[in-house]
């Protein structure tokens, strides 16, 4: 008798402990923000509901991002969770060359993507997208002509 009145509140602690659903993060509003990085970009980015405009600077991304592959790379993740033309956003984004701040911008459109749909978080997950690209440039070494290319040996 004792030992099933033990396993009883083993399982009530068992339903206690289980995780609770994460509630979506937004603003006064109806915005979530997040900062996406890639090498020396940062984006600061702010999802919210509406037509799909996609503003990066002040400027429409058609006009700051003109590469299609670029623009291709900040669509991703609107893609691969079936939510195109669902989501305004709003980013400013600084430092790095035009790839790396698209990457930043991606990284940043799904973390908000997350906070504010956090059921959205398996399918970004698993392509990838809320995890930082950590790789930077590598730092010049003293002695070489770059960061690892020795200077031209000379027999005489």
């Known amino acids: 008798m004792a030992d099933d009145l033990k396993s ?3 399982l009530k602690g068992v339903e206690a402990a289980a995780p609770a659903k994460a509630e979506p993060k ?8 997040a900062t996406g990085k890639r090498k020396d970009a940062v984006a ?16 429409d991304v058609l006009d700051y991002f003109q590469r299609p ?3 291709m ?3 991703q993740p609107f893609v691969v969770t079936n939510r195109e033309r669902q989501f305004d956003v709003v980013c400013t984004v600084k430092g790095g060359g035009l790839s790396g701040q698209a990457g930043a911008v991606r990284h ?4 908000a993507l997350n906070l504010f749909e956090p059921e959205l978080r398996p399918v ?16 010049k070494k003293y002695g070489r002509a770059k ?3 020795s200077f031209q040996f000379s027999k005489r």
Not at 44 to 59: L, P, S
Not at 108 to 111: D, F, N
Not at 126 to 138: A, C, I, Q, Y
């Open 44 to 59: 600061r980015v702010w999802v919210k509901a509406g037509t799909g405009r996609i503003t990066v600077n002040g400027r």
């Open 8 to 10: 009883l509140e083993a």
């Open 124 to 139: 970004l997950k698993k392509n990838g997208f809320l995890t930082r690209d950590s790789r930077v440039v590598e730092r």
């Open 147 to 149: 960061a690892r290319r």
């Open 26 to 33: 937004r603003d006064a509003q109806g915005r979530s923000y």
């Open 73 to 75: 790379v900040i669509n």
């Open 69 to 71: 592959v670029l623009r």
């Open 108 to 111: 940043g459109i799904s973390v």
